[in-house]
């Protein structure tokens, strides 16, 4: 996929992230509404575009990494709508 500026509004997949020891961050990954582009000053410009989607809260992505994986996840996503997905589970009750 060629490179192209974020813009609000724009429908983009974003991945499945599962965290084991915290799993209230646990995303499903789909498509999702960027909501918030964001610019950091870096030394490295692959990490200078941020976003955030509306469907996924407290989180913000890459730009360059979501660019890059589109058209795989299109594939894996198909018309999954991205989300919150937390895992509540207590890890200390073993």
């Not at 469907?55 to 360059?64: D, I």
């Not at 795989?72 to 989300?83: C, G, P, T, V």
């Amino acid at each position: 996929m060629e490179y192209r500026e974020p813009v609000r509004g724009l429908r983009i997949y974003v991945p499945t992230s599962l965290s084991i020891g915290h799993g209230q961050d646990d995303v499903r990954g789909g498509l999702a509404t960027i909501e918030r582009i964001m610019l950091k000053e870096c030394e490295n410009e692959y990490n200078t575009v941020f976003c955030t989607v509306k469907e996924v809260r407290g989180k913000s992505y890459n730009w360059r990494y979501l660019l890059s994986n589109q058209d795989k996840w299109a594939i894996k996503y198909d018309k999954q709508i991205a989300r919150n997905d937390p895992d509540y589970y207590d890890y200390g009750s073993y």
